[in-house]
């Protein structure tokens, strides 16, 4: 029987990103920032998920190429849900809670040859409803095992 070498697992990088917006409701493609980060990992396969800690913010992922998009985004959240609805809450913020849900807190993108896995014409975006803030989105990139 012969010693095989012990595998090290590869380790997790945790990093937080700053996203700063300048509206009230705002789309903000953060992509590139996610990608460096995947690349400073040095992993080649795995997992990038992103949670945003803030209860009136999102994350998505949806078309980049043209402008327009993330812009006819924010205005349907904006028809949908009336910052000045019948809402009991009583901050003035009720249509931000509710878009948050909406969209949601969190995403995974796969990780393949060191780069984040989205679609041709795809970009991820933190979503602002309560701005303009200083924002943050966790990023938590794993690696899959060795093998």
């Known amino acids: 029987m012969s010693a095989q070498p012990a595998k090290t697992a590869a380790r997790a990088l945790v990093k937080t990103l700053a996203v700063k917006t300048d509206r009230r409701t705002q789309l903000v493609d953060i992509?590139?920032?996610?990608?460096?980060?995947?690349a400073e990992s040095g992993c080649a396969s795995g997992i990038c998920h992103l949670y945003v800690p803030h209860t009136t913010a999102g994350i998505t992922i949806n078309e980049n190429d043209d402008p327009d998009v993330p812009r006819?985004?924010?205005a349907a959240l904006d028809r949908l849900v009336p910052k000045d609805g019948p809402y009991k809450h009583w901050e003035g913020n009720a249509d931000s809670h509710i878009?948050?849900?909406?969209?949601?807190?969190?995403q995974s993108v796969?990780?393949?040859?060191?780069?984040v896995l989205l679609g041709r014409w795809?970009?991820?975006?933190?979503?602002e409803f309560d701005g303009p803030r200083q924002r943050e989105v966790r990023v938590k990139i794993v690696p899959d095992p060795a093998v």
């Open 99 to 106: 878009k948050s849900t909406l969209t949601g807190v969190s």
């Open 31 to 38: 992509t590139r920032e996610v990608q460096k980060l995947v």
């Open 122 to 127: 795809q970009a991820i975006f933190f979503c």
């Open 110 to 115: 796969q990780v393949e040859g060191g780069r």
């Open 72 to 74: 006819d985004i924010e």
